[in-house]
T-cell receptor, first 116, second 110 residues
Framework: GAGVSQSPRYKVAKRGQDVALRCDPI?????LFWYQQALGQGPEFLTY????????KSGLPSDRFFAERPEGSVSTLKIQRTQQEDSAVYLC??????????????FGEGSRLTVL | QKEVEQDPGPLSVPEGAIVSLNCTYS??????FMWYRQYSRKGPELLMY????GNKEDGRFTAQVDKSSKYISLFIRDSQPSDSATYLC??????????FGEGTQLTVNP
């Protein structure tokens, strides 16, 4: 596709439900990143994939958060037993390069999660 | 204390004004400095990318980095209503983890 595609764009979940957010990066992009952006805040790093390998998951806030990219393209961010503090926009970004330094990040429009 | 501090604004200026946006940081390991623009309900898009100290100009935009003061700036000349957005500074020491400021909301009034 022309850009990074994320779905769903909007998700409302009841507290305790599991949610899955999908990211379809730009074709051929090696690196994929997930960020969490709370209302009125800057994005905060969650995790990073290089192809199918998850090289950095240090930003995941708890073991309720899990991300995968099994075939090195599409990625899914799963949140189990959602809590109100999980309400945020989840941004996915991809890059042709390995890592950030040499490659521009292209962001999707985000998935806005509201937990009631 | 946050690693990156950015005045959230909001900042409102008339069309044609020069806009100055700033961030300070505490982590001396940061070497790469970026400015992103984020329109409402959209993802951030990269505006400027600077390595280490110095100035970089691209059209109406100028980015400055002063590592000795741990201070970075973005200047927008001849601001336009289409520049109305949230501007995010971002920094990287090495590897994969960008650290963002909280963003400054800018409105340029026609």
């Amino acid at each position: 596709g022309a850009g990074v595609s994320q779905s769903p764009r909007y998700k409302v979940a009841k507290r305790g439900q599991d949610v899955a957010l999908r990211c379809d990066p730009i074709s051929g992009h090696v690196s994929l990143f997930w960020y969490q952006q709370a209302l009125g805040q800057g994005p905060e790093f969650l995790t990073y994939f290089q192809n199918e390998a998850q090289l950095d998951k240090s930003g995941l806030p708890s073991d309720r958060f899990f991300a995968e990219r099994p075939e090195g393209s599409v990625s899914t961010l799963k949140i189990q037993r959602t809590q109100q503090e999980d309400s945020a926009v989840y941004l996915c970004a991809s890059s042709w390069a390995s890592g950030v330094v040499t490659g521009e990040l292209f962001f999707g429009e985000g998935s806005r999660l509201t937990v009631l | 204390q946050k690693e990156v501090e950015q005045d959230p604004g909001p900042l409102s200026v008339p069309e044609g004004a020069i806009v100055s946006l700033n961030c300070t940081y505490s982590n001396s390991a940061f070497q790469y400095f970026m400015w992103y623009r984020q329109y409402s309900r959209k993802g951030p898009e990269l505006l400027m990318y600077t390595y280490s100290s110095g100035n970089k100009e691209d059209g109406r935009f100028t980015a400055q980095v002063d590592k000795s003061s741990k201070y970075i700036s973005l200047f927008i000349r001849d601001s336009q209503p289409s520049d109305s957005a949230t501007y995010l500074c971002a920094m990287l020491a090495s590897g994969s983890r960008l650290t963002f400021g909280e963003g400054t909301q800018l409105t340029v009034n026609p």
